[in-house]
């Protein structure tokens, strides 16, 4: 049943998107590798050849103006460039009403391990807050802290700790 | 899985040594103190030197082979283990090899106090390695005070070949404490995350080892994120966290069988958990809508008890030894802070006011100190007392992080993360006198070290 549904929806959305094609189209992302859960992996089946399906994670990096917003140092509140990136992903969201996403939280090394599980608790849920605000239903979305598990950067410089302090919402398959 | 060391008392389970008809145990010189010979070493550091100590290799009495090498060898393999487990302590200086001789079998009870005396030791440490007639091994350990030509304590082990280490480790403590007065603690394990790869794909397992860094063994594949292991008090399980299935949980793995098994069905983030002394409860913290708190629950499931309800984030609780407080940190004031309570959640008080932030306390098993790390430009490791003065700061690098007790409360493990790109974290140890700071041996990276209870 599950399977049916959604093979239908792909078939669609394969038949949307060879009709609109006004975007150039994106190269495929590198392959997904490596154990299950190693933190930020994209949705590699939203990938059909070189199409994009639309309602999936790779449309929806996409189509948004990131799918990351970043923190000030042990800070939490969304600021404007925040909110403009968020507005983006909601109205995405909006438009894709049945696509679940999970928010991962995420803080730079200069923290203590158990402070930043819940540092990145307390991002997570300022995105997800905020896109509820925007009328993403909470029940479609759901939040995972990394704390400084999973950096974006590994550098150990103010760059990297800016870059690693961050909320990247991720559309599941 | 249940081997215990037999204790023996050396005089009636080893023939060989009536013999010589052993002397009095510590006969100690008149005016003395309950505990105290006359060898006492200063274990607070800055007024003596590491005492001098002699432990000359163990004689055997016949050579046999058994599952854990040749009885010659071993006696080679437990004078270096507990020479080595002496020096590590910063309170000794073992005698090198070269400027000690052969010790005959029947001399172990009857030193050459001229010759020793001679050699510079204070103290001397004697025994012998039997292999039984049941397969498991005898070791003896005699100490003695070089001056005074007195015997000042004497233990016989017998373990099964497999845990001829831990003979070394109960000789070595029964020295320490003995000259010392502290409690013993290198017959311990530690358990901790062992890391490789980069910072952005870190791959960490479970794994544990002797306190000396030796029998080391992982515990789980590295497939998952695990964090944070702690011991229970019963040493037969460990509780950890685990990223399985990409939900951050707590689990408690069984040592003997490999088996693991959730702790809390999960309805949010849980993490950071710790047994309680008596192994009854596990503290752990739950994330729920950006708000953390401190829960317990019975190590054996059920509903949580919430014990911190602050808006922000009240995580890394650890019980104090007799399991009536609970020491953690909180935000609630602006930075993290370290907070005591009552095991109940009652009676709430902030005891850090320093400069900077304080993190990840832990109550000292002698219940006299807290250790935490301390967030001002550095992160160090410090201790202050349990209503928060007499604070002292005992390393100084760019991120140590994590401490955890030895079991008798004088020593330290931590973890020293590297900068970079290339920074890998290490496991480091360090005594109360900050003095004594030394790497801790493991084969790849390491974090989250967990130092156990004294073994049985």
């Not at chain 1, 790779?58 to 140092?73: E, K, M, P, Y």
């Not at chain 2, 967030?375 to 490791?381: D, E, P, Q, S, T």
């Amino acid at each position: 049943m599950t399977l049916k549904t959604t093979l239908i929806l792909a078939t669609a959305a394969l038949a949307l998107a060879a009709c609109s094609k006004k975007r150039p189209e994106v190269l495929p992302p590198a392959p997904v590798t490596g154990p299950a859960d190693t933190g930020s992996t994209g949705n590699p089946t939203g990938q059909t050849g070189n199409e994009v399906v639309p309602g999936s994670n790779a449309d929806f990096t996409r189509s948004v103006t990131s799918n990351t917003v970043n923190f000030g140092l042990d800070q939490y509140d969304i600021d404007p460039q925040a909110r403009a990136i968020l507005d983006s992903q909601a109205e995405w969201l909006n438009r894709y009403p049945n696509v679940r996403i999970t928010i991962e939280g995420h803080c730079d090394e200069r923290g203590t391990r158990e402070y930043n599980l819940a540092l990145g608790d307390r991002r997570a849920n300022s995105a997800k807050n905020y896109l509820a605000a925007k009328g993403v239903s909470p029940s479609r979305m759901s939040v995972i802290s990394y704390g400084s598990e999973r950096p974006a950067e590994t550098g150990s410089d103010e760059a990297a700790y800016a870059a690693n302090r961050r909320a990247v919402t991720i559309v599941l398959s | 899985m249940r081997r215990f060391l037999t204790l023996l008392a050396l005089s009636t389970a080893a023939p060989v040594m009536a013999q010589e008809t052993p002397p009095a145990p510590s006969a100690a010189p008149a005016a003395q103190q309950q505990d105290g010979g006359g060898l006492v070493v200063d274990v607070e550091g800055g007024i003596s030197a590491p005492m001098p100590i002699a432990i000359p290799v163990m004689p055997t009495q016949s050579v046999v082979n058994t599952p854990a090498g040749s009885t010659d060898a071993l006696g080679r393999q437990l004078a270096d283990i507990i020479a080595t487990d002496l020096r590590n302590s910063g309170l000794f200086t073992p005698l090198p090899a070269n400027r000690m001789r052969a010790v005959a079998f029947p001399e172990v009870t009857a030193p050459a106090f001229d010759y020793w005396s001679g050699t510079g030791a204070q103290s001397l440490v004697q025994g012998f390695v039997r292999a039984n007639g049941d397969g498991n091994l005898t070791v003896g350990c005699y100490l003695y005070d070089v001056a005074a030509k007195t015997e000042l304590t004497r233990q016989g082990f017998v373990v099964p070949p497999a845990d001829w280490r831990r003979a070394a480790h109960k000789c070595a403590d029964t020295i320490y404490a003995r000259l010392t007065g502290e409690g013993p603690y290198f017959d311990s394990r530690v358990v901790y995350v062992s890391e490789t790869g980069p910072k952005d794909k870190r791959v960490k397992r479970l794994a544990i080892m002797d306190q000396d860094g030796a029998n080391h063994r992982f515990l789980t594949n590295g497939q998952s994120i695990v964090l944070t292991p702690r011991f229970a008090p019963n040493q037969q399980s460990i509780v950890y966290m685990s990223y399985v299935g990409k939900i951050p949980a707590i689990y408690v793995y069984d040592i003997g069988s490999g088996k693991q098994r959730l702790v809390v069905q999960n309805v949010a983030t849980t993490f950071a958990p710790r047994f309680s002394p008596d192994g009854r409860f596990i503290l752990f913290s739950m994330a729920q809508g950006g708000n953390t708190d401190v829960y317990r629950v019975s190590s054996q499931g059920g509903t949580p008890q919430r014990l911190t309800t602050s808006p922000g984030i009240d995580t890394g609780g650890s019980y104090s030894p007799d399991g009536s407080k609970i020491v953690f940190e909180s935000d609630r004031s602006g930075g993290q802070q370290i907070y005591v309570m009552n095991a109940d959640g009652s009676n709430q008080q902030r005891i850090s006011f320093g400069g900077g932030r304080y993190a990840t306390p832990v109550w000292s098993p002698r219940g006299d100190l807290i250790a935490f790390t301390k967030l001002a430009g550095n992160f160090r490791i410090g201790i202050m007392s349990p209503s928060g003065g007499g604070e002292k700061l005992l390393t100084d690098s760019w991120s140590d992080e994590g401490p955890s007790w030895s079991p008798n409360g004088r020593v330290i493990n931590f973890y020293r993360s590297g900068r970079g790109s290339g920074g890998s974290g290490q496991l480091w140890s360090v005594d109360l006198t900050g003095v004594n700071e030394r790497r801790i041996p493991t084969p790849l990276g390491g974090s989250d070290p967990a130092w156990g209870p004294l073994r049985p």
